[in-house]
């Protein structure tokens, strides 16, 4: 992991003594999909998966991954696993994406469009923009994200993140309550696109397809002991069928109202609005 989402292209100084460190995440994913473009001229199907930072890269990279393979007639699946982005509070959204951009130095990368650059420098984008317009660019595609209710790992990054580089108190914080109902609304707005799916597991755990848990994770849980269908690895099976038999949400619990004005609901509840999505 670069430590910039996998999009940085920069230096600044570092430690006690000062020294430039080099950030080039850009570069370095760059060179992983121009060697994956030279080593397989034809494929029948192309999967995408980032886990923890590397789904949110994947969010930022997919439609130039997605583009340069397109001409070779694969069935495409794009996966990020274990980092929706949620930011806190709603209010600080913009201004905390567009600090990371800029000290990144992200708004000149060529994954973006010429009008998502201008937004970038101008602070009106937003790696959410990004995503849904991919689906939108790629509607031949599946994108299927996965995530824990409560996540701990994301929830601590979001908190020191806001913390040390904004001085965000109310963000650093946030509660697991604010943090489930700020990725719900999150959801919802992906879920306008017919393109996407998510499947949300109940705990706190971090990663589920960079190990064995993969095969045992249902929405119940990462161990599988409590039962719950279908199991994650089922799932993502499923995507890459045409059609999916499984629902285009994977949630389990009590059904509930999540909006933008109103409190968060506690538990491991499901969004009623994304529920009842066919």
Known sequence: CSGDMHAGDTEQPWGEGGEMLQIRGYRNAGAALDWALANFPKLTELRLLGTSAGSLGLQWWARRALSSFKARGARTLTIPDSFAGVLFPPRNVQDSESFLFRTWNMCGDDTLTASEQERCRSGKLLLSDVFAETMRAHPESRFGMINAKADLVQRLFEKFMELTGQHNVIGFAMTAAQFYKTMNLMMQKYAKEPNFQTY??????????????????????????????????DWIECLSETPCREKRVVCIGELQRVAPHEPAPHGCYCDVKLAMLK
């Open 200 to 233: 949300l597991i109940d705990g706190d755990h971090h990663c589920y397809t960079n190990s064995q848990i993969v095969f045992q994770t249902t929405p119940l849980g990462k161990d599988g002991k409590l039962g719950g269908r279908p199991k994650l690895i």
